[in-house]
């Protein structure tokens, strides 16, 4: 009895300590973002990795995902003859929640993996201390940039996947199944409100914010040489997508 | 010595435990302007801990370390910044920014604190790269040099802002005995002509003999013995004589 609590109480311990990280990088970070230097070079370096490299990867995950879609609902809705409905199930499925949680999902295993990777190396050569040493504040140059460009980023790669994604639906809802193509655009628009659009793309600033504040953090505080980074790569994507899926629920709890 | 100049630094009875583990068990050490002191000690025995509190790097646990009268535990972000700026530190492995060429790690420094022209720049890190004896790496990067080199590439990135302490951890593990005394001269060059005070870590004790004008012994979080060099070589403590001679010392004899 004794033990298991033990062990509880250190699991509880380090949970806190893994949370007073989390919060602290991402205070730190709102902090310096405000304060000269500003880091030009490193946003714009960053915007490049986490916005423009991604768009492959959220080309294709979007686009057969709004293929996918289109699949399935319309042989779900052929049952009852609603075929007309699928151009608007595509549209807002992935407006509200597929293309922000799986572009988040997607940018968290590909740039929150590797923010954990770089600041984690960073960190075990004492590159980190150096900058600190250097008069340089490690959060301003390495974080900032970091989730600056993640929270810009994101909603512009869901903006890409909104259209993608609804792109995908027509090829498969018009080329496979036959279906009117000037009924399905306008089905695709008639129940859609700014709203919805809106707040997947809110949504998807704040799994930004989420993703690489996770990658950061675990980088920032990695311990223990190679190993320490390969573990801190490791959570840096399992907390991350983790924390993407479930703060999707309660965001769109509030937003809708 | 101790009426007429103030301490440049003072560590007032520091304490750093990390875990269980004690490693600062109440050090005290006083250096003065223009002086150079060398603190030797066995692996692990806090030598790393005690050099980056003296820059903020870590904060102690109990104690203090004050920097030309301000007390740098206490000091807001702010002034703790700006003190940092007079320091220049140079790492075990030389935590050069494996991301950038030699050239930029050099001119990091100067670039981000110095307003200076590009040319003015360039002369520097040449003259910095010269003085550690370095020619035509500037545009290699970190990765394609030798250990020794990439130490003393951290060297000249210490030195580029000409710095009024500086700091070395381990400047010479791992060196040949020539660039070890190139090292030692590049030292007491730099405080024959710039009035530089230091404080190096090593356990090589033909560099502290060389560079030293006070040599600090610590030995389980504390300063066994500190003396001139001369001094220091006398000294009846049975752990400095083991030190110097190397052998293992008669309280610590093991049997396998």
């Known amino acids: 009895m004794i033990a298991w609590l033990e062990s509880f109480?250190?699991?509880?311990?380090h949970l806190l300590e893994e949370l007073g990280r989390f919060?602290?990088?991402?205070?730190?970070?709102f902090l310096w973002t405000v304060r000269p230097p500003f880091e030009p070079r490193e946003w714009l370096k960053q915007m490049v990795r986490v916005g423009y490299d991604s768009i492959p990867v959220v080309f294709l995950t979007t686009m057969f995902t709004g293929m996918v879609l289109a699949l399935q609902t319309y042989r779900g809705f052929e049952r009852f003859h609603a075929e007309g409905f699928v151009a608007s199930v595509v549209a807002l499925s992935?407006?509200?929640?597929?293309?922000?949680?799986?572009?988040?999902?997607?940018?968290?295993?590909?740039?929150?993996?590797?923010?954990?990777a770089e600041l984690g190396t960073m960190r075990v050569t004492e590159q980190i201390d150096a900058l600190y040493a250097m008069a340089v504040e490690p959060v301003q140059y390495l974080v900032v940039p970091r989730v600056g460009s993640s929270v810009l980023m994101l909603p512009l790669l869901t903006l890409i996947g909104d259209a993608i994604g609804i792109l995908g639906g027509y090829v498969i809802a018009v080329?496979?199944?036959?279906?009117?193509?000037?009924?399905?655009?306008?089905?695709?628009?008639?129940?859609?409100?700014v709203n919805d659009v809106t707040s997947g793309l809110i949504k998807a600033a704040f799994f930004g914010f989420v993703l690489s504040v996770t990658g950061c953090s675990k980088g920032f505080y990695t311990s223990g040489g190679a190993e320490g980074v390969g573990r801190a790569t490791t959570a840096a994507v399992v907390m991350g997508s983790l924390s993407i899926l479930l703060s999707d629920f309660f965001l769109t709890k509030i937003l809708f | 010595m101790e009426a007429q100049a103030q301490p440049e630094i003072s560590v007032i009875s520091l304490v750093k435990s990390f875990g269980p583990n004690r490693v600062l068990d109440g050090v005290d050490l006083e250096v003065m302007p223009g002086e150079s002191v060398v603190v030797v000690g066995g692996s692990g025995a806090g030598k790393t801990v005690l050099i980056k509190h003296l820059i903020g790097l870590y904060l102690p646990d109990e104690g203090h370390v004050v920097v030309d009268g301000v007390d740098l535990t206490?000091?807001?972000?702010e002034i703790a910044l700006e003190l940092r700026k007079r320091f220049g530190m140079s790492f075990q492995e030389g935590a050069l920014f494996d991301s950038m060429t030699v050239f930029d790690n050099v001119a990091f420094p100067l670039r981000r604190h110095a307003r200076r022209s590009r040319e003015a720049i360039a002369e520097r890190v040449r003259q910095c790269l010269r003085l550690v004896g370095l020619d035509d790496v500037e545009s290699k990067m970190p990765a394609e040099l030798s250990g020794g080199m990439r130490r003393?590439?951290?060297?000249?990135r210490a030195i580029a802002l000409e710095p009024e302490i500086l700091l070395f951890d381990e400047p010479t593990t791992g060196?040949?005995?020539?660039?070890?005394?190139?090292?030692?001269?590049?030292?007491n060059g730099m405080r024959r002509h710039l009035q530089i005070t230091s404080v190096t870590i090593t356990h090589d004790m033909n560099l502290a003999m060389r560079i030293a004008d006070r040599i600090a012994m610590l030995r389980h979080g504390r300063i066994l013995a500190l003396a001139p060099p001369d001094e220091f070589a006398e000294l009846p403590d049975p752990?400095?004589?083991?030190?110097?001679?190397?052998?293992?010392?008669?309280?610590?004899e093991e049997t396998p």
């Open chain 1, 9 to 13: 109480g250190l699991m509880m311990l």
């Open chain 1, 23 to 29: 919060f602290y990088i991402a205070a730190q970070s």
């Open chain 1, 94 to 116: 992935l407006t509200r929640e597929l293309a922000p949680v799986l572009t988040a999902l997607m940018v968290a295993g590909r740039v929150g993996s590797s923010m954990a």
């Open chain 1, 175 to 193: 080329g496979l199944f036959g279906a009117n193509s000037y009924l399905y655009w306008d089905r695709t628009f008639q129940y859609m409100e």
């Open chain 2, 74 to 77: 206490a000091a807001s972000p």
């Open chain 2, 152 to 156: 003393r590439v951290g060297f000249a």
């Open chain 2, 175 to 187: 060196l040949d005995p020539i660039n070890t005394a190139r090292i030692a001269a590049v030292i």
């Open chain 2, 239 to 252: 752990y400095v004589q083991a030190f110097l001679s190397g052998e293992v010392p008669e309280d610590e």
